[in-house]
């Protein structure tokens, strides 16, 4: 725990101007952004008498060893600069609202030839239209089943377009008049390009419009005497105000606003988002944060903000946004909301009227969803805390392991040797911190082994990071190995150096734990404890959890620990633990299912997918395609002389695969027409089918 005055400013340092600050801890990772309009008097409030500071901001200071600061020209910039640095150093004490769920949007793909209408989550794409956000995926399925009587815009996928375009049959919704099926040209490109525009058009609030004018063509097929139109046309008419009903009139046509309100208590708050669109509640959606440090409503809606519009442009940001309170100043924050809209947008507290009684509704739904949170996690929380404190006592650690790290190994008999990493914060697992490794100092079966291996990799490169950073002083751990050569995945993926000149943004590799953890008994234990004193490193606890009686091991000691079984330290032990199983067995099944795939055809160079398989489909089999000539090789179309000949040579120098043989009969198995050398057909059943002798395991060596 660092003193704050150890790493004050001194006086006369900080300026008296708009900027930007970042709080990095003892690792020079970055723990909390912040802006100020002026940096001096707001970094003062730092570095205050620690009694008096909220209890977060106290432990954020205290975690924090260095502060820094970026001086700006404007306010709006340092907004701009403080969203940039929070997205892009994922601070640990900031200000962070977490979606309670992930939320469909409506979408029109205008940046297709041919518009789609479809379902879509996640990150918004260019190009596209959105329409919500929907509390359910259905909810949007149901208004599209209504819109495309009227507004028959393409939804199927691009494989069924082209399946329709290659066989000149549209699909079922194409028959039944719910698509105008451009896939066979029912429709040109620009007139369905113009059902999309007017599906968007009513999407956006312009219903009204519509409806007259359909009521007009309905009135006219009748006088005409096409009652068959005009039935239609009703039908028609019929479904838009469905459609329209499924979201309740709630301000005058035309408005498009978001309600924004906040309901809190000291330690967290929540946020409701009304999204209203053409007078109508077109979306809903939530988050839910801790207050970091003693923040104010505006300071909380600014964050809001900034999450809600950062990625956003255009239309996407309302003309009018309606908030509990306003940030201080309000100024810079409006100018940036009309930046990103590219027009002019009104900022404002409702003080009256429909929007002041559907902010009340708003502001109650935001409450409701911060008891609900409070009661799903104040059980969670205390658990956690418990189980940590657990740990700590039982393991006679000096404070709670907030950070932990297990190691697993997993192998199939020896084969495939890997091991994984997870990590756990807070009690909860850290996903993205997750590493794999493949073991490479030697082959074979030999868990003691690969453990000591894999923390010595792993805390050397925490060492060779530490180092870089200038965390040590001069001559001290001078004989640390140097960082190894990055390890590549089976994906082509970078795993685990940590040695990036990002200065301040996550890194591989770069945190040490409070507490290691190993899937074994004493020898795992041993082997974890050995590697971190050949590294010098005599600061991090080490455990080990024994599957068989749930015992937990400490270095050096030749009696387990033994926790109660209703223990929730021990229940947190055992969640880390299979958690870091899970991983290394999903990792070495890859490996294993990939090894199985492979054929000598791989290791030709420039041969892809698509002429692997023309040639297995030209000669039946490996077999077949192995006795084969050049030249008949060469008539494969794709393949020239100089690639057949490269063919030939790479299965000259393959072994070809063990033949397969009927356990009932002893016959020996022909080779299936498109069967890859290099898969183990293994022996066969009296049905035929293949038999698995000794289902080996991927773990230990026995099947689990």
């Given at each position: 725990m660092a003193d704050p005055s150890s790493y004050r400013p001194k006086p006369g340092e900080i300026p008296d101007t708009p900027g930007?600050?970042?709080?990095?801890?003892?690792?020079?990772?970055?723990?909390?952004?912040?802006?100020?309009?002026?940096?001096?008097?707001?970094?003062?409030?730092?570095?205050?008498?620690?009694?008096?500071?909220?209890?977060?901001?106290?432990?954020?200071?205290?975690?924090?060893?260095?502060?820094?600061?970026?001086?700006?020209?404007?306010?709006?910039?340092?907004?701009?600069?403080?969203?940039?640095?929070?997205?892009?150093?994922?601070?640990?004490?900031?200000?962070?609202?977490?979606?309670?769920?992930?939320?469909p949007y409506l979408a029109v793909t205008m940046n297709e030839e041919y518009p789609r209408v479809q379902v879509m989550r996640g990150h918004k794409k260019k190009g596209v239209r959105y329409f919500g956000p929907y509390g359910h995926a259905w909810a949007i399925r149901d208004t599209v089943d209504l819109l495309l009587r009227v507004f028959p815009v393409r939804t199927c996928s691009a494989g069924v377009f082209k399946n329709a375009a290659r066989t000149g049959r549209p699909c079922l919704l194409g028959y039944i008049g719910k698509c105008?099926?451009?896939?066979?040209?029912?429709?040109?490109?620009?007139?369905?390009?113009?059902?999309?525009?007017?599906?968007?058009?009513?999407?956006?609030?312009?219903?009204?419009?519509?409806?007259?004018?359909?009521?007009?063509?309905?009135?006219?097929?009748?006088?005409?005497?096409?009652?068959?139109?005009?039935?239609?046309?009703?039908?028609?008419i019929g479904a838009l105000r469905k459609a329209m009903e499924k979201s309740a009139v709630v301000l005058a046509d035309a408005t498009d606003a978001d309600l924004i309100a906040v309901a809190e208590d000291?330690?967290?708050?929540?946020?409701?988002?009304?999204?209203?669109?053409?007078?109508?509640?077109?979306?809903?959606?939530?988050?839910?944060?801790?207050?970091?440090?003693?923040?104010?409503?505006?300071?909380?809606?600014?964050?809001?903000?900034?999450?809600?519009?950062?990625?956003?442009?255009?239309?996407?940001?309302?003309?009018?946004?309606?908030?509990?309170?306003?940030?201080?100043?309000?100024?810079?924050?409006?100018?940036?909301?009309?930046?990103?809209?590219?027009?002019?947008?009104?900022?404002?507290?409702?003080?009256?009227?429909?929007?002041?009684?559907?902010?009340?509704?708003?502001?109650?739904?935001?409450?409701?969803?911060?008891?609900?949170?409070?009661?799903?996690?104040?059980?969670?929380?205390?658990?956690?805390?418990?189980?940590?404190?657990?740990?700590?006592?039982?393991?006679?650690?000096?404070?709670?392991?907030?950070?932990?790290?297990?190691?697993?190994?997993?192998?199939?008999?020896?084969?495939?040797?890997?091991?994984?990493?997870?990590?756990?914060e807070d009690g909860l697992a850290r996903k993205s911190e997750y590493r794999r490794f493949q073991i490479k100092g030697f082959a074979g079966q030999d868990d003691v082994r690969s453990m000591h291996e894999v923390i010595t990799r792993r805390f050397r490169r925490y060492l060779a990071e530490k180092e870089k950073t200038g965390e040590w002083t001069d001559g001290e751990n001078a004989d640390t190995p140097e960082a190894e050569t990055p390890e590549i995945d089976s994906n082509g993926e970078i795993v685990g150096t940590g040695l990036t000149e990002d200065d301040g943004r996550p890194k591989k590799f770069a945190y040490p734990p409070q507490l290691v953890v190993v899937d074994g008994g004493a020898p795992q234990v041993a082997a974890a404890r050995r590697a971190l004193d050949e590294l010098g490193i005599d600061d991090i606890a080490v455990c080990g959890l024994a599957k068989r009686l749930e015992e937990v091991w400490l270095p050096g000691d030749d009696d387990p620990v033994v926790l109660p079984r209703t223990s929730e330290g021990l229940y947190l032990l055992q969640r880390v633990r299979d958690e870091a199983h899970r991983f290394a067995i999903t990792y070495q099944r890859a490996k294993r299912a990939k090894r199985f795939r492979s054929s000598p055809l791989d290791d030709v160079p420039g041969l892809g997918d698509t002429r692997k398989q023309a040639l297995l489909k030209h000669f039946g089999s490996l077999k077949k395609l192995r006795s084969a000539t050049i030249d008949q090789i060469c008539e494969v179309p794709g393949i020239g002389?100089?690639?057949?000949?490269?063919?030939?040579?790479?299965?000259?120098?393959?072994?070809?695969?063990?033949?397969?043989?009927?356990?009932?009969?002893?016959?020996?198995?022909?080779?299936?027409?498109?069967?890859?050398?290099?898969?183990?057909?293994?022996?066969?059943?009296?049905?035929?089918?293949?038999?698995?002798?000794?289902?080996?395991?991927?773990?230990?060596?026995?099947?689990?």
């Open positions: 930007v600050y970042r709080f990095r801890d003892e690792h020079r990772r970055v723990i909390y952004v912040g802006k100020a309009k002026s940096l001096r008097q707001r970094l003062a409030n730092y570095f205050q008498d620690l009694a008096g500071m909220h209890p977060r901001t106290r432990t954020m200071v205290t975690t924090a060893a260095s502060v820094e600061w970026t001086v700006v020209s404007t306010e709006v910039e340092a907004l701009q600069l403080e969203y940039s640095w929070i997205k892009e150093y994922d601070p640990r004490f900031n200000v962070k609202y977490r979606d309670d769920k992930s939320y105008s099926a451009p896939c066979v040209d029912r429709v040109s490109a620009e007139e369905h390009r113009e059902l999309a525009d007017e599906f968007c058009d009513f999407m956006t609030g312009r219903t009204n419009a519509y409806i007259r004018r359909l009521e007009k063509q309905m009135g006219e097929a009748a006088e005409e005497m096409e009652y068959e139109r005009a039935a239609r046309l009703r039908d028609d000291e330690l967290e708050a929540a946020v409701q988002i009304f999204h209203v669109r053409g007078g109508r509640v077109r979306g809903q959606r939530g988050w839910v944060t801790d207050k970091v440090e003693e923040i104010t409503t505006g300071a909380l809606v600014e964050h809001a903000l900034q999450q809600l519009y950062g990625e956003e442009t255009g239309d996407a940001v309302p003309k009018e946004v309606l908030v509990p309170a306003l940030p201080e100043p309000v100024e810079p924050v409006q100018e940036w909301l009309t930046g990103r809209r590219g027009s002019n947008v009104s900022l404002r507290v409702p003080q009256r009227g429909d929007k002041k009684a559907l902010m009340e509704t708003v502001q109650r739904n935001a409450q409701q969803s911060l008891v609900l949170h409070k009661t799903k996690r104040a059980s969670d929380l205390t658990t956690r805390s418990r189980a940590l404190e657990e740990i700590a006592d039982a393991l006679d650690l000096d404070s709670a392991p907030l950070r932990i790290e297990c190691y697993d190994i997993s192998h199939l008999q020896g084969d495939d040797v890997v091991a994984s990493m997870v990590v756990f002389r100089k690639t057949a000949e490269t063919i030939a040579a790479a299965l000259a120098q393959a072994a070809p695969a063990a033949p397969a043989v009927n356990t009932a009969t002893g016959e020996i198995m022909e080779e299936e027409p498109g069967t890859e050398a290099g898969s183990e057909p293994g022996t066969m059943g009296s049905s035929g089918e293949p038999v698995t002798m000794g289902a080996p395991d991927e773990r230990r060596g026995q099947e689990t």
